[in-house]
């Protein structure tokens, strides 16, 4: 893979979900620490930077009511709205500390949902670098990496999709997404592996 046309895209590494104290932190706590992905990430952003590929964070956000999601929310956003959770300038929506964007890095803005592409300007953003290969990390592992997976190689990027730089709310989801989901709409490597493409090391 070539670092200068290729993107690390980093999905709501917010401190909701990547910090003690965050409101949905509890949940993706145990698949976190077996995967080491938070430790990993910072590794894989730190190495590709230095190689050259774009890092783009994906944080998603809303206003304190909510007013722009549907009266009625169901599913993941429900439970997005029940928990409080990534309300914009709060502690919690705010990218965790360990991943703070370098001021060459790209901060993509207006995810409200669950693929990172839908409401954002990333296509642009990414067509505009002349990135062709993207390779996703974050949360959840079968909701936002996988949507904005899908849509990814939809879109005719090349699509990795980094097995130890996400975490889902279970090991039987993190298993199940990386064995059965990832292979068909992406190629799974872990981080040491990708970063090994891109010419470096961890």
């Known amino acids: 893979m070539n670092p200068k046309t290729t993107a690390l895209v980093l999905i709501e590494f917010q401190n909701d979900f990547t910090t003690e104290g965050g409101s949905l ?38 206003s304190p009511d909510y007013h722009e999601l549907s009266a009625q929310p169901y599913g993941i956003l429900k439970g997005v709205v029940d928990s409080q959770s990534f309300r914009q300038g709060s502690w919690g929506a705010a990218i965790v500390d360990v991943l703070k964007p370098e001021p060459r890095d790209i901060v993509v803005e207006g995810k409200r949902g669950l693929c990172g ?3 954002t300007n990333l296509d642009f953003i990414l067509r505009s670098r ?3 290969d993207i390779a996703l990390g974050g949360f959840l592992t079968n909701c936002c ?21 996400t975490a889902a709310v279970s090991e039987e989801e993190q298993r199940f997404a990386v064995a059965k989901n990832f292979p068909m709409f ?5 981080h040491k592996a990708f970063l090994a493409e891109l010419g470096g090391t961890a």
Do not use: Q, W
């Open 130 to 132: 002349g990135i062709t």
């Open 117 to 119: 592409f839908a409401s």
């Open 186 to 190: 992406s190629r799974p490597l872990d």
């Open 25 to 62: 932190h509890e949940a993706v706590k145990s698949v976190m620490e077996s995967t080491n992905m938070l430790e990993n990430t910072v590794a894989t952003a730190e190495t590709a930077r230095d190689l050259g590929a774009t890092i783009i964070f994906v944080p998603i956000s809303f």
């Open 145 to 165: 990496i996988e949507s904005t997976m899908r849509t990814g190689y939809e879109k005719g990027y090349g699509v990795v999709t980094l097995t130890d730089c």
